[in-house]
Structures are given as C-alpha cells and as structure tokens.
C-alpha cells in the first residue's frame, strides 16, 4: 500500500538530508548563542535574543525573502560566499537546508539555554579548583550536563527542519530533486488533477519521520537525565 | 615554618570582611560561628572569590597581591578543596570523579598512589558507582580523595562534615585525622563546631563578623561550645 514511486523516494531523501546538514550546521552555532544568552553580560544581549527568536514570529515567507536578499547570487553575503568560496545557495539544496536551519534555530536554541542557565555553577569551580581550565570544564562538565537540553534542541530543530516549507520555497523555489523537499512535494501534488494518492502516502511519511523524532527526543533526553540526577 | 599567610580585605554586602593570619603545616581550624565569613576566606585562598585588597601566599608563591597586580587562576593553584556539599560530578561514576585532577593536569596513571588513597578512605568498593548511589559519608570521602589525588601543596576543606548525621560525622573524623598525621599536607579546616575542631586541628584562628579575633593552639576552644 505504501509504495512510493522514485520521485517521492527523492524527495523523501532530499527532506532528511537537508534537515540532517541543517541541524548539524546549526548545532555549534546554537550551543554559542545559548551559551552567550545563559552567561554573557553585554550590551545588546535583548537584541540578539529578539534576533534568534525572530524566525519563530515572523512569517516564514518573509524569512524567505529576507534569506533571498541577502544570501541570493546578487546578494551582500551570498555574493562574497560565491565569489571566495565557491559557495551557492540560491536554488540549490544547500539554500534549502540554510532556509531550515534558520527557521530551526531558536527551536535549538531555547532548550541548550535553559539547560546551560540551570547547570550548578558550583561543579564548574570545583572543576577549576581540580586543574581544569575554561575550556576543559566547558567540555568536561558543562557540556555533558547540559546534553539532555542540546538533545532536545537537536531534535526540535531536526523536526522543524524536516518540516519547513514557507521560507525555503520563497528562498529556493520548488525543484524536484535538488529543493523539492516532503512538504514541497505535497504541495505540489494537491495542485494537479489526480494528485490526491501521491500527497497522501508522503503525509504518511512525514507522520512517521515526526512521530520517530519525538520518540527519540523523549527516550534520549529520558535516558540523559536519569543518567545524571536520578528518576 | 609558615606555609600560608593571607591578609585580605573584601566587602561581602553588609559584612567588612578583614582577615589576617598565618598557618604552618598541620591542620588549622578556621573557627566561628555562621556568618563569620569563613567560607568566603577559603574561596579567596582558592581563587573562587577576588579580594579587594591584600596578598595571599603559599609557600613562597605569590597567589594573590593586589599591589603587584597578581591574581593566579583557581586552575593553577593547586589547591584542594573538599566542598560542604561534596560537588561530585554526576555525570562521572566515582573512578571518574577521583581521576579527574590527574587527566586534566595530564599525569600519567600512578596505580600506587591511587590505590593507597583509596585504602586510606575505605572507598574501594565504591568505585563503579554514580555520585547518587552514594550515602553523603561515602560522597565525603570520595570528594576528599578526588581533592587529595590532584596532589595538592594545600587542602581546604569547608564544613566537611556539616551535611551529615552524627553516625556519618564519626565515619569521617578518623580518615581526617589519619590524613593530618599521614598525609603531610597542610590543612585549612572550615567549621563552626569546637568538638569536631578539636579532634582534628593543630591551630585555631578565631574569626567573628569577618574580623580575626585570636589565634593560637585548641586552647582557643575553651568557653566555646
């Protein structure tokens, strides 16, 4: 009964890898951001966190928009990364997989800071007291107690990414095989006569990939968390 | 011989904390009720809190001196601290939590001294388990064996013994004074209970209201209860 045709394989294939290069690109970024949010003292500290949040509120299709100006071909950062890197983002998977990235990051984000912000200060100077530097009690001890948080944003943003529709169609367009991704293909199929079938066996799927990341999200932030502090 | 001399001033809120003495080897009891400023002396000795002026040596190495602009990081003290909560690291089983001084200042495994101190606080069986199987006896004695197995040229111990029942206070006692008589290294002893400074300390200074107010041997302990 399940039987996807290869263009819808693609597609499916295409969703899970630009939320997987989404998610993974994202994740040093957000454990920075949340780290600067629960610890920095600076000026501005509102200001960024209105920017991380501003995906979350705005439409998505002005994320989109915003994403085209600025990391299009012609656009200020888009130009530079072409022009030094050979980097494209504009209409191809990886423009995708930017557009869900950003629409997943204050998902990844909130978790990893309110884990960060609830961390025992007290453990890190015992750390110190023990010979470890900064950066050694950062990866020694506050990154691993703040796993069950990093789990949860991983997971958060990874369902966001799979998901995302809005920002990456007016970013990337709609392309079988390099942008069409799960959400763009039911699109696609609702718009032409005899469709129906098609869409309805990839909103099966896209059912399950969410279903499957909850469950884990909830096993692994489960496990993380009776590991360290009990039931 | 002087092995620690701190004279440090900082304003803690309402309290004007002054604090002046000096320690030899063995084991010194800071000594005063709550709210002395006790545990705020021994965050400074161990880099955790800055004074707003004074120095703090050890040995001959300038820790703290705020007229040469010398502040040396808690990481590089070497320095033990056995916390009145213990501040085991949960995310480490026990082995963990000792080998943690030694992995981050690089020393090669020594089986030897590692096993010796493990003998001298009784906590070999306890080595696999997580810091929450453990009674809050048994979290003391691992936390004074992770602060003992960093080698420290100081151990400072707050209230070691202030989280836990009296059958759990007797557990330890003996193993601190094992540690005095044996161990050879020096000890700045943080508590507020004259009979448990008297079993264990060689020196008492006398702290109230964040001043010193006498120093001297365990005869300081008289009229104290």
């Not at chain 1, 780290?35 to 439409?59: C, E, M, N, S, Y």
């Not at chain 2, 007797?170 to 448990?196: C, K």
Request: aromatic share 8%; with cysteine.
């Amino acid at each position: 009964m399940l039987e996807l045709s290869p263009s819808e394989w693609t597609a499916v294939e295409l969703s899970l890898r630009i939320a997987v290069v989404a998610t993974a690109w994202a994740l040093p970024f957000g454990i920075a951001i949340g780290w600067l949010l629960a610890r920095g003292k600076f000026w501005g500290k509102t200001v960024l966190d209105g920017i991380v949040h501003l995906p979350l509120v705005l439409p998505p299709v002005v994320t989109g928009y915003l994403l085209l100006i600025w990391f299009g071909r012609k656009g200020p950062v888009g130009a530079f990364l072409y022009d030094h890197f050979g980097i494209v983002f504009a209409f191809r998977w990886t423009g995708a997989a930017l557009a869900s990235g950003v629409m997943g990051f204050p998902l990844l984000v909130r978790p990893i800071r309110l884990a960060l912000e609830t961390i025992d200060r007290r453990l890190e100077h015992a750390a110190a007291t023990l010979g470890a530097n900064a950066v050694l009690v950062f990866f020694t001890v506050t990154l691993p107690l703040a796993l069950p948080g990093i789990i949860a944003g991983v997971l958060l943003c990874f369902a966001r990414a799979l998901g995302e529709f809005g920002a990456t169609i007016t970013f990337v367009s709609n392309i079988p095989g390099e942008t069409q991704t799960i959400s763009a293909a039911i699109y696609t199929f609702l718009q032409i006569p005899l469709g129906d079938a098609a869409a309805g066996r990839l909103v099966l799927v896209a059912i399950v990939l969410s279903l499957a990341a909850l469950i884990a999200a909830e096993w692994l932030g489960r496990r993380a968390t009776t590991r360290f502090h009990g039931e | 011989m002087i092995v620690l001399a701190v004279d440090v001033e900082k304003q803690l809120g309402a309290l004007q904390l002054a604090v002046r003495f000096k320690a030899a080897g063995g084991a010194t009891a800071l000594f005063g009720p709550s709210g002395a400023g006790k545990t705020s002396v021994v965050n400074m000795i161990a880099g955790l809190l800055t004074p707003d002026r004074g120095f703090i040596t050890l040995d001959d190495t300038i820790l703290f001196e705020t007229d040469k602009r010398i502040d040396v990081p808690p990481h590089r003290r070497c320095i033990g601290y056995v916390f009145q909560e213990g501040r085991l690291f949960p995310h480490f089983n026990v082995r963990q939590n000792l080998d943690y001084g030694r992995r981050m200042s690089r020393r090669p495994r020594d089986t030897g001294e590692f096993e010796r101190i493990v003998a001298l606080l009784g906590i070999a069986h306890l080595l696999h388990r997580r810091p929450r199987m453990l009674s809050g006896g048994e979290r003391q004695r691992v936390a004074i064996g992770r602060a003992l197995l960093m080698r420290p040229r100081l151990l400072l111990l707050d209230e070691p013994l202030a989280s836990l029942d009296a059958g759990h206070k007797g557990e330890i006692l003996p193993y601190l004074v094992r540690l005095r008589d044996e161990g050879g290294i020096p000890m700045v002893y943080v508590s507020h209970i004259a009979a448990e400074v008297h079993q264990i300390a060689t020196d008492v200074v006398r702290l109230d209201e964040g001043r010193v107010t006498a120093a001297g041997g365990l005869e300081l302990l008289a009229g104290t209860s």
